[in-house]
């Protein structure tokens, strides 16, 4: 038979998924023996059952009803008992703590009789009434769905009337007087009496609290935190207690430790003569705990020992509530408690060092969004004034600087020693020296996955994007904000790319210990060791390895330091900027044989300078080298400047330039609606002459002069953007060819594993085939979400996707964390299929994916080699991949 409540005495702190977080854990403190005010839980399944079908479980009263008669029983006395009430608290307490958003009933069990007996029981009038009239205003709100405000006014009314400052100025006679008018008030409002009988309180307010789940709030809250919304809530009934009963009363909330900096010691905050409500509402000012050692040294004690108790046997941070009714201690809640990112590094590492935990528990209890947030430097969050302007946090950390608009003026003005952020409405790869001299990238427009996103996070670059409450105005250098304000050139910024805000000003920064310990290897103490061992702990467990995303010998070296073992993807695309942007244009537009030719001759030794150097900072690692994927319209010049340019220069009556007439028309030639799903990739290769043979050469001449050097190079080289086996074929015949024209060259035999990226749903889809022609698999995810979806990757995250969260499509955007149910099912597929066909067909993945915590674990479920990510992301996906393998 299902069970639907369960006496406090009978549950357990494991059984939260059934009794709530409140529930269990409150179960949990009356086995361990404190004080808890007797009680029972209603189940969350009984929630489910309500809210599916719209009436209360078969059984449930009835269960209700023997848990109360028990409670009665040891409580001598009954719910309502006119001389003497028993009094009730209904409170919500679901899977995950979800704080103020579900409903709470007090005082259940007054009416016009008992009042007089609680007067009577209390010596307090005034007491009964104020009891009386909280239950009224809870009920009547909560329960019978009257306007709350309506309450207030009738309360302003009458303290207006007898001019009372606050209501701890209205009497017991006033207090009654409310409770009439509030009586009234339901009746005018709903056509009902508030109920009398206290059974009837009880049974609508266990089911009030039931409805709360599907509150507005409570909806909105889950969706913002990903909580899901089939769990339910469950009820906890519970004896009342009262912290103000006068000056020997009271309330208060504490930690077992410091919850900012996991420091030991108990922290909390006390109010005298309150109940719990008025301490979290900042009624009046509370005190520190340790004033109420002086208040009331016995329950001090007993508290901290309660406490002590708390930590030992949960083995972690706990947070509590309790009472303190004429000077009885009342332990009224508890539950593992919500801590910073450094108090929890920091409180881990702590407890193994008291044996409370193992190393792998440590390890569990730590996060890498929380590493994240330890690496970068942060704003002083208590000296920041009102934003400018929100977008979307695309790289995190604090950044100050002068507002430029350009990337050469910011290049000028870091020369000269100014920190700059770059504001443009987006960036393409001609920003790049902008964003390089640039504290932080600030754009109007583009999604996680933009361009400036995917830069700046490769760079560990401040990045907020799509602000698209700016409007960017490059040409008179300046922007304006929602409000009509307007930012000129020059004017400093703060860029928090953590919570996606623009402050004006300089908002004053504080350092991270834990980059410097990353990038130096140096142990400053503190939260510092306790990275450091959560670090080592997920290294020797993990078996996912982790690679990094570099395009330059310095962030190669960078992310060796950070602990990549290799470079998963090393994008050929961006060693093309800056002077060789031009010589890939003309590669790319030519339309004699011999000007491309020259182009191609002319990035040669360029090309082979590049690979020298990460495989020199990479030495004895693997470096895989992909093989040319831009997207024309990120590296052909801009058809409307162009023609723009062009049309000036005639409307002056003079000749255009010559160049420019000639890029038009090739440009016009190889314009494209979809760049993203045009000429680019694999099939790029295999139409230009010349491409690939001379990347593949500068490869294999790059191998030979490091192993001519004593070094130990490992070049993969990946071809990108392959939808059908023969495209990767007809590649590696290429690759092939030219490996061994360079071995016969040179007399040095260089093996180049040849690989593919996985990043169209046709190549996850026949794994199978491709795998007879890749060695390895690199799985591309940020084209696989794109094309999965049909999503462009450029566009959609500012059109669309915060209206698409809010309807609670997805929880995430999938170009954040992997898609498993479509994109990650293709991924499977692949796994599978490819090395069925190649057994032991190495596999990784190189998309924004590989430094995202949950994706990480995904992969690691996935059976994936390793997981590749910017190189400010290897610590984090280092912490993951050992937490998956827990
Ligand atoms: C990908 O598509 O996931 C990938 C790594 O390639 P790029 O981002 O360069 O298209
Ligand atoms: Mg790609």
New binding site residues.
Partial sequence: MVRYVYDFADGSRDMADLLGGKGANLAEMTRLGLPVPPGFTVTTEACRAFLTTGAQPDDMAEEVGRHLAALEASAGRTLGQRDDPLLLSVRSGARFSMPGMMETVLDIGLNDDSVLGLANTSGSERFAWDSYRRLIQMFGSTVMGVDPAQFDEAMTLLKAAREAPDDLHLDASDLARLVETYKRLIIDETGAEFPQSSAEQLRLAVLAVFRSWNGERARLYRRREHIPDDLGTAVTVQRMVYGNLGPDSGSGVAFTRDPATGRPGLYGDYLSNAQGEDVVAGIRNTVPLTELGRLDPESYRRLRDHMGTLERHYRDLCDIEFTIERGTLWMLQTRVGKRTAEAAFAIAAELVEEGLITPEEALARVGGEGLARLMFPRFDTTATGEALAHGIPASPGAAVGAAVFDSAEAVRRADAGEQVVLVRQETTPDDLPGMVAAQAVLTSRGGK?SHAA?VARGMGKVCVCGAEELSVNVESRRFTTRDGSVVEEGTVLSVDGSAGAVYPGAVPLVASEAMRFLESGELSGGVVAAVARALEQADSVRTLEVRA?ADTPEDAARARRFGAQGVG?C?TEHMFLGERRRLVESMILAREDSRRDEALAALLPLQRQDFVGILEAMDGLPVTIRLL?PPLHEFLPDRTELAVRIAAAEARGGQPDAHDVELLDAVNRMHEENPMLGLRGVRLGLVVPGLVAMQVRAIAEAVVERLSASGSPEAEIMV?LVGAVEELRLARAEVERVLAEVATETGVEVHCPIGT?I?LPRAALTAGQIAEQAEFFS??????T?TTWGFSRDDVEAAFFSAYLDKGVFATSPFETIDRDGVGRLVRIAVDEGRAARPGLKIGV???HGGDPESVHFFHAAGLDYVSCSPFRVPVARLEAGRAAL
Avoid: W, Y
């Fill in positions: 996955t995917v995303n993807l994008r994927d990108p990226m990043e799985f591309g995810t940020n084209d696989l794109q190189c998309g924004e």
